[in-house]
T-cell receptor, first 115, second 115 residues
Framework: AQSVTQLGSHVSVSEGALVLLRCNYSSSVPPYLFWYVQYPNQGLQLLLKYTSAATLVKGINGFEAEFKKSETSFHLTKPSAHMSDAAEYFC?????????????FGKGTLLTVNP | KAGVTQTPRYLIKTRGQQVTLSCSPISGHRSVSWYQQTPGQGLQFLFEYFSETQRNKGNFPGRFSGRQFSNSRSEMNVSTLELGDSALYLC??????????????FGSGTQLSVL
């Protein structure tokens, strides 16, 4: 079984401040981890993906995430928030499970960026 | 290349009715997955189709069904609608499907309201 917990359903930062969105996962096998972003009235868009090649993953729009196996975490960060980063962010976990594959999403974190 | 197209964008139905939602994947993509998104439950996996075959299914009642056509277009059907079926239904496509853990491309969704 696998699961994802996103700590904080709502995070508010000032423009230019550090963005930190937390994600912890549970998986019985080595996981694949994803961060997706959803802008208002749109579908989800992939920010970045971890597939065991490197623990620090760089994504689009200046975001990056670090896989920490000992902490079962995959937190998303961006050094300096921009107004356009306001959106809902979803962490997701999967594994190479063949017919039992399932991509499991967290409940999401709504990021607000204040001017 | 056109993105994932979902129609209709909005739907209003009454309890007991049935509804069919449509999804056209990116050209060349053979996998289509469906997700239900609600404020309380977040994103939940419904099913995945690959080359006209259902490859994986989530934990939803049999009132939720789907199919995929030879051109990879997919439809999702919900019969005997309940108030709790009100949600944003998202479709996602990928070239090779879930077993490769590749990036998913999402449509903007169909917002279903059941009155």
């Amino acid at each position: 079984a696998q699961s994802v917990t996103q700590l904080g359903s709502h995070v508010s930062v000032s423009e230019g401040a550090l963005v930190l969105l937390r994600c912890n996962y549970s998986s019985s096998v080595p996981p694949y981890l994803f961060w997706y972003v959803q802008y208002p009235n749109q579908g989800l868009q992939l920010l970045l993906k971890y597939t065991s090649a490197a623990t620090l993953v760089k994504g689009i729009n200046g975001f990056e995430a670090e896989f920490k196996k000992s902490e079962t975490s995959f937190h998303l960060t961006k050094p300096s928030a921009h107004m356009s980063d306001a959106a809902e962010y979803f962490c997701a976990v999967s594994h190479s499970g063949g017919s039992n594959y399932k991509l499991t999403f967290g409940k999401g974190t709504l990021l607000t960026v204040n001017p | 290349k056109a993105g994932v197209t979902q129609t209709p964008r909005y739907l209003i139905k009454t309890r007991g009715q049935q509804v069919t939602l449509s999804c056209s994947p990116i050209s060349g993509h053979r996998s289509v997955s469906w997700y239900q998104q609600t404020p309380g439950q977040g994103l939940q996996f419904l099913f995945e189709y690959f080359s006209e075959t259902q490859r994986n299914k989530g934990n939803f009642p049999g009132r939720f069904s789907g199919r995929q056509f030879s051109n990879s277009r997919s439809e999702m059907n919900v019969s005997t609608l309940e108030l709790g079926d009100s949600a944003l239904y998202l479709c996602a496509s990928s070239a090779l499907g879930s077993t490769t853990n590749e990036k998913l491309f999402f449509g903007s969704g169909t917002q279903l309201s059941v009155l």
